[in-house]
């Protein structure tokens, strides 16, 4: 009987190991770096995760899981992931290291992104900044389901989100090692910080984030690969870090613990363009290129179109109300990498309602291992900028027609609404923190199994 019990237990641990390793590695590519799911492999884990919050809890939870839902990249996997996270939500402890106990709003930070223009004229101020995201997100999540009701060191909590101003500095991140040191040494945070590094969170909103400022030079399809580029301090290799960097190529982004989030350069909920009513499908330009030609790349574009007319560039300087009208106006907008990967062209055309063209290799955009990027937008490889027109003019005006739809409904992801008023769900927190619950909390999901190159 006693050998029988013995051999019962050998041959279940030997399932179980089967069954980890079987779900340990489910995700993976088609062999051209785009996301799939097998849900036949990932069915039955589905299915306990469904059975342990109820088969009558909501799939959506908000209008931004609504979005992430209607864009994903797998809608069975999508749809049981968000029934569980809008059941049990992560929570998190703000804490702020401000010193000498000041709050944000006290700091170089809230001066430089509000302009000392009050709450309520900011919230109506469609332009803050493309470094705000340190007044921002733990403005939205002060006032959100996700703030923890008692500390983390109690049990309440998922994550530890450390409330600092560093970029706002008019700096690039030189105040991180002030930041780790205060971590490290302070009476009210060391224990924490010591047992529990992986689960603390830092924005930093630098070009490269927790990387020295550095110039990635990136010409044609050819990349100086900074793989060794110094980091603004080692610590931040083992802290969740939220980053506007998503180079794949530099070293200063991992897609295991760390989340891409949207630049904050729209503030609204709804688009507040003076030219929205005029707005439609047909629009005068074929092609808008706004910004400087801080880059290379951004060079090359400029060079080759200049005597384009389909290509429309303004010669002067707009304010931001003009400049997002002319964003309208156009089918395509450009959004070309400038020093760093990432630029706030991508969020300016959607709110814009202008279908963003990425011009980075090697990126990984906000959320683009969960939603399908392919439904609102367009990927040329910096190899293809000579026939970047050629590749637009070949997209059919159907496809066109239902690409400037989808970039109307997926605003939610890729705007901030909120700043310091009750958090309502219709922007980029939830889809923030979701991704963010997925990485740490429910962990059966490796982004490297599914590196999205678009």
């Not at 709003?105 to 009050?118: F, L, N």
């Not at 030609?293 to 060079?299: A, E, F, N, P, V």
């Not at 279908?355 to 609102?376: E, G, N, R």
Request: contains cysteine.
């Amino acid at each position: 009987m006693t050998q029988n019990v013995y051999v019962l237990r050998f041959l279940g641990v030997v399932v179980l190991m089967l069954v980890v390793l079987g779900f340990g590695w489910h995700f993976g590519g088609d062999g051209n770096g785009n996301f799939n799911v097998d849900s036949t492999v990932l069915a039955p884990e589905l299915d306990k995760q469904v059975l342990r919050v109820g088969e009558s809890s909501p799939v959506t939870c908000s209008t931004t899981t609504e979005v992430l839902l209607r864009f994903a990249r797998d809608q069975q996997w999508m749809r049981t992931k968000l029934r569980v996270f809008c059941a049990t939500p992560p929570l998190v402890e703000l804490r702020s290291m401000v010193p000498d106990g000041k709050t944000l709003k006290e700091t170089p930070c809230y001066k430089q992104y509000s302009k000392e223009i009050d709450d309520e004229a900011l919230m109506d101020r469609p332009y803050i900044s493309k470094f705000a995201d340190e007044i921002t997100i733990p403005s939205a999540l002060r006032h959100s389901r996700y703030l923890a009701p008692s500390p983390f060191s109690e049990g309440g909590a998922d994550f530890v989100f450390v409330e600092e101003c560093i970029t706002g500095r008019g700096q690039q991140g030189q105040f991180v090692p002030r930041l780790i040191m205060q971590l490290e040494h302070s009476e009210d945070n060391k224990l924490t910080w010591a047992e529990n590094r992986t689960r603390h969170i830092v924005t930093l909103t630098g070009d490269h984030g927790p990387c020295q400022l550095f110039r990635e030079h990136a010409g044609g399809n050819a990349f100086y690969a900074h793989r060794e580029t110094p980091w603004l301090h080692s610590h931040l290799r083992d802290m969740v870090v939220l980053q506007h960097e998503g180079s794949l190529a530099n070293g200063c982004y991992h897609a295991e613990k760390d989340v891409v989030i949207p630049t904050p350069v729209i503030s609204t909920t709804t688009p507040s363009l003076s030219c929205e009513g005029a707005i439609s499908n047909n629009r005068d330009h074929l092609v808008f290129l706004g910004g400087r030609s801080s880059s290379k790349i951004r060079q090359r574009i400029a060079k080759l179109f200049q005597d384009d007319p389909d290509v429309y560039s303004p010669t002067t300087r707009l304010n931001h109300s003009a400049y997002m009208c002319e964003m309208a106006s156009a089918t395509f907008c450009l959004a070309p990498r400038g020093q760093a990967s990432w630029s706030p062209r991508l969020e300016e055309s959607i709110h814009a309602g202008c279908i963003p063209v990425i011009i980075s290799d090697d990126y990984a955009p906000p959320f683009s291992f969960l939603v399908d990027y392919t439904a609102f937008s367009v990927t040329v490889p910096q190899v293809e900028l000579a026939n970047l027109k050629t590749i637009l003019l070949n997209i059919s005006q159907s496809k066109v027609n239902e690409m400037l739809q989808a970039v109307r409904q997926v605003r939610p992801l890729f705007r901030y609404t909120r700043f310091e008023k009750p958090h309502e769900g219709d922007d980029a927190l939830d889809a923030i923190m979701f991704q963010l619950w997925l990485l740490h909390v429910d962990r059966t999901w490796k982004p490297s199994q599914s590196i999205a190159k678009l």
